[in-house]
C-alpha cells in the first residue's frame, strides 16, 4: 500500500435540496439542473409537479427543457434504481430526483415493507436486515451513478410564532429533518435546506462556497458549484471492464422474489444480525426479558456512542460489533455471578 498526495477531481456531483411542500424544491433543482447540464432528465413521484415547469416563456425557468419520468405507487426501491438506470444508459447530463422521501415513507416505500414484515411475525429488529440492504442499494445507484443528480427530500414541518411587521405574533410553517432515513443528507456533495419564503440555507457543502450565507437559489449557483468541480484535476477514464464470455444455454431463472436474498443482503449484516439473535436468546434463557435487553442496549450505545437508536439496522456495522460484543460480556458476566453464587451455597451446605 502507497499513499498519494490527495487532488480533487472533477466527479459527478451529487446535490440534494430538502424542505417543506411549497418551498419550492423542484423549481430550484430545475434551475441548478440547467447551469450544470444541457441534457436534463427528471424522475417525478411528486404527482407530475416538474411539467408544470415545462416550456416556460419567461422567468428563471424560460426556456428550460427536460423529459420526465413519472412514477406511481408503489414507490419501491426498484423502480427508482431503474429510473437512474434508464436515464445513465440514455446519456442524459443531470437527473433530477423529485423525490426520493417517497422511497422510504412513501406508499410501498421500505417502511411500508418493514411493516409488512413485522405484521407476518418474527422480529421486529431483525426484520431490518431485508430493509437496510435495499435502502443501501439505492444510496449506492445515486452516489455512483455516471451524471450529477439531484435529489429533492421532503422536510418534516411543524409551525413556529414569530412577530410580522405589525408586531403581532403569526404563525410560520418551517421545515425539520429531511424525510428519508436518518444520515441519508450527509451522503452528498452539498445540502440545500430551503425555507417557505424560498431562501436557502447550506446544512452541508463540500465546495465551502456557500457556508454561513443565506440566498434564493439561482442559475448562479448551480454555474459557481460547476466552476468549482472544473477547477479540480480531470478524472481518469474507468479501465475496460473484460467482456464476459456468452453464458451457455440453461434452464430458464426463477422469478425474483419480493424480497432480496441473503446474498443480496450482505455477508457481514447477516453474520451481525445472526450473531445479535443468538446473544439475545441466550440472555432471553437467562431470564433478560425483551424490555430489560434494550434498556442495557440503550445504556450501553448511550454512554459509547451517544446514540439510542430503537431498530438495530439503525446502528452502523461498528456499533452493532459492539452490541454484540456488549450482549456476550453481559451473558459472562451472568453465569460468573450464579457460578459464584452456587459454589457459595453448596460450600455452606
Not at 478524472?235 to 464470455?245: E, F, G
Not at 446473544?279 to 456512542?305: C, P, Q, R
Request: aromatic share 8%; hydrophobic share 40%; net charge neutral.
Amino acid at each position: 500500500m502507497t499513499f498519494k498526495k490527495a487532488e480533487r477531481t472533477q466527479a459527478t456531483l451529487k446535490i440534494a435540496l430538502t424542505g417543506p411542500s411549497g418551498s419550492g424544491k423542484t423549481f430550484s433543482g430545475l434551475i441548478i439542473a440547467a447551469a450544470i447540464g444541457k441534457k436534463i432528465a427528471v424522475v417525478d413521484s411528486e404527482n407530475k409537479s416538474a411539467s408544470l415547469y415545462a416550456d416556460m416563456d419567461k422567468g428563471a425557468l424560460a426556456g428550460i427543457a427536460f423529459d420526465v419520468l413519472d412514477i406511481e405507487p408503489p414507490y419501491t426501491v426498484a423502480k427508482y434504481v431503474e429510473a437512474i438506470e434508464a436515464a445513465e444508459k440514455a446519456g442524459y447530463e443531470v437527473l433530477l430526483v423529485d423525490s426520493i422521501s417517497h422511497a422510504w415513507a412513501g406508499e410501498g416505500g421500505l417502511l411500508d415493507k418493514k411493516t409488512a414484515l413485522d405484521a407476518r411475525g418474527g422480529n421486529s429488529y431483525t426484520n431490518w436486515a431485508t430493509i437496510t440492504p435495499e435502502q443501501e442499494r439505492f444510496k449506492a445507484r445515486i452516489l455512483q451513478a455516471n451524471m450529477h443528480v439531484i435529489c429533492t427530500m421532503r422536510s418534516k414541518q411543524d409551525y413556529v410564532l414569530e412577530d410580522n411587521d405589525k408586531g403581532k405574533k403569526v404563525p410560520k410553517k418551517v421545515g425539520l429533518a429531511p424525510i428519508q432515513r436518518d444520515g441519508m443528507e450527509y451522503e452528498f456533495t452539498t445540502v440545500f435546506d430551503i425555507a417557505m419564503d424560498h431562501n436557502a440555507v447550506a446544512s452541508k457543502d463540500r465546495t465551502g462556497l456557500f457556508d454561513g450565507q443565506v440566498f434564493k437559489i439561482s442559475k448562479d449557483t448551480g454555474v459557481k458549484i460547476m466552476k468549482w468541480l472544473k477547477a479540480g484535476k480531470a478524472a481518469a477514464a474507468p479501465s475496460p471492464q473484460p467482456q464476459a464470455a456468452a453464458p451457455r444455454p440453461g434452464p430458464a431463472p426463477a422469478p425474483e422474489s419480493e424480497f432480496p436474498s441473503d446474498d443480496q443482503a450482505g455477508p457481514k449484516l447477516l453474520l451481525q444480525l445472526e450473531q445479535f439473535a443468538k446473544a439475545k436468546a441466550v440472555l432471553a434463557k437467562l431470564g433478560i426479558s425483551e424490555e430489560k435487553l434494550w434498556e442495557g442496549i440503550h445504556m450501553f450505545t448511550g454512554k459509547n456512542y451517544q446514540v439510542a437508536h430503537t431498530e438495530l439496522g439503525d446502528f452502523t456495522p461498528d456499533q452493532v460489533d459492539g452490541i454484540v460484543a456488549y450482549l456476550a460480556a453481559w451473558e459472562k458476566n451472568i453465569v460468573e455471578k450464579r457460578a459464584a453464587k452456587a459454589a457459595k451455597e453448596h460450600a455452606h451446605a
